[in-house]
């Protein structure tokens, strides 16, 4: 499967850290992306792991347990402009090349 | 530097017609990508490309197709337009070698009534 799980809404206030979950399928996996995006914009890269860990870019980290299939994004010091929707992505490695697979993705309200 | 830019930015369909969307990117990537966005449904992968002259079909590539003549472009075309094809369009592109960090296109939004 190629499946990828998040929650659909997740609301914090600003100045407080929020997780953001993501469980996937571990068939062919390869490594899991992060995204952002703005209403009517464009997705936009945030953080990539490819081995267990966190990786820290800033406000933003990202997590990776390849034992337990799951990684999760962390927001910290939140502010009014990170209210988006974030999408984690599952880099496969296929015959026909390297593709993301997109989860459905979760949406942060940040309020006052 | 302009990234990865797409026309046109709106368009309306009737039901039957057929339409090319253009996608360029100036960053030298060798891979490209289309994808349609629909409401709870995050970004679903249409076809995509390895390089110049190559093309492949993604998750749901029925109704569509695309070509890649040159490095630079990749263009998805709707031959007979469809009210399910009814979303927004993104084309993005990245290097062979970091498939994970791609970069997107401003989107074309799409109806076909």
């Known amino acids: 499967g190629q499946s990828l799980e998040q929650p659909s809404e997740v609301t914090a206030v600003e100045g407080a850290i929020v997780q953001i979950n993501c469980t996937y399928q571990t068939s062919g996996f390869y490594g899991l992306s992060w995204y952002q995006q703005h209403d009517g914009g464009a997705p936009t890269f945030l953080s990539y792991?490819?081995?267990?860990g966190l990786e820290e870019t800033g406000r933003f980290s990202s997590f990776l347990s390849r034992s337990d299939s799951y990684g999760y994004l962390l927001l910290q010091e939140l502010q009014m402009k990170d209210s988006a929707s974030y999408f984690c992505?599952?880099?496969?490695?296929?015959?026909?090349?390297?593709?993301?697979?997109f989860g459905t993705g979760t949406q942060l309200k940040v309020e006052l | 530097n302009a990234g990865v830019t797409q026309t046109p930015k709106f368009r309306v369909l009737k039901t039957g017609q057929s339409m090319t969307l253009l996608c360029a990117q100036d960053?030298?990537?060798?891979?490209m990508y289309w994808y349609r966005q629909d409401p709870g449904m995050g970004l679903r992968l249409i076809h995509y490309s390895v390089g110049e002259g190559t093309t492949a079909k993604g998750e749901v590539p029925d109704g569509y197709n695309v070509s890649r003549l040159k490095k630079q472009n990749f263009l998805l075309g709707l031959e007979s337009a469809a009210p399910s094809q009814t979303s927004v369009y993104f084309c993005?592109?990245?290097?062979?070698?970091?498939?994970?960090?791609?970069?997107f296109g401003p989107g074309t939004r799409l109806t076909v009534t």
């Open positions: 992505a599952r880099r496969r490695l296929t015959g026909g090349g390297n593709k993301l697979t």
């Open positions: 993005a592109s990245s290097n062979s070698a970091s498939v994970y960090e791609q970069y």
């Open positions: 960053m030298n990537h060798e891979y």
């Open positions: 792991n490819a081995l267990d």
